[in-house]
């Protein structure tokens, strides 16, 4: 059975700082990996989508890379601002023909001005 | 303006009751998901469909029922058998069985009374 663990759970840091969040799987026979934000109270915003086939994505200040073989999937935040303030999950899609995803706990960051 | 709708945002239950909640896309995608998500938790699958008039349990079906006449709607009751049904429940659709990008709705938020 897949379980994905998001470190830290919760993370402050100021404005402009360079973030890493991790997300580890334990199977490894993953279709995909995905990011997500969610904003309190509201649905989730699909961030990053990384193929298992691909080491890296990137959107703007966001990068997400995957290494299968370790089970890692790292969330990199470039020159972080406050409205970068959200929970974050990564969650990993099943080697199934359906689109199950496994989800992590989330990580609570907090970017301060 | 494509997206997924749900309504309501706030659905009250009393005791012994059946409640539905209801889950619209206009984005003619062919998957449709619904998920729970308890405080400081990471999103369960509930129900998935792949396609009209089939669906499949997910890991915490026990309590709720589904229905996918239309490929537009996803409705989730949540039974008395449910014993435990507050909680945040998400709606998602995805292009596709395949592993693809799933896209949120709003969320709805069940109380018991």
């Known amino acids: 059975k897949q379980e994905v663990t998001q470190i830290p759970a919760a993370l402050s840091v100021p404005e402009g700082e360079n973030l890493v969040l991790n997300c580890s799987f334990t199977?490894?026979?993953?279709?995909?990996l995905q990011w997500f934000r969610q904003d309190p109270g509201k649905g989730l915003t699909s961030l990053l989508l990384i193929q298992s086939s691909q080491r890296e994505q990137t959107s703007g200040r966001l990068n997400a890379s995957l290494d299968k073989s370790s089970g890692r999937s790292t969330l990199y935040i470039a020159a972080s601002q406050p409205g970068d303030s959200a929970t974050y999950l990564c969650a990993a899609a099943g080697g199934t023909s359906y689109g199950k995803l496994t989800f992590g706990q989330g990580t609570i960051l907090t970017v301060h001005p | 303006d494509g997206g997924i709708t749900q309504s309501p945002k706030y659905l009250f239950r009393k005791e012994g009751q059946n409640v539905t909640l209801s889950c619209e896309q206009n984005l003619n995608h062919d998957a449709m998901y619904w998920y729970r998500q308890d405080p400081g938790q990471g999103l369960r699958l509930i129900y998935y469909?792949?396609?009209?008039?089939?669906?499949q349990k997910g890991d915490i079906a026990e309590g709720y029922s589904v229905s996918r006449e239309k490929k537009e709607s996803f409705p989730l009751t949540v039974t008395s058998a449910q014993k435990n049904p507050t909680a945040f429940y998400l709606c998602?659709?995805?292009?596709?069985?395949?592993?693809?990008?799933?896209?949120f709705g709003p969320g709805t938020r069940l109380l018991v009374l």
């Open positions: 199977d490894s026979a993953i279709y995909n």
């Open positions: 998602a659709s995805s292009r596709g069985p395949k592993q693809e990008t799933q896209y």
């Open positions: 469909s792949q396609i009209v008039n089939d669906f």
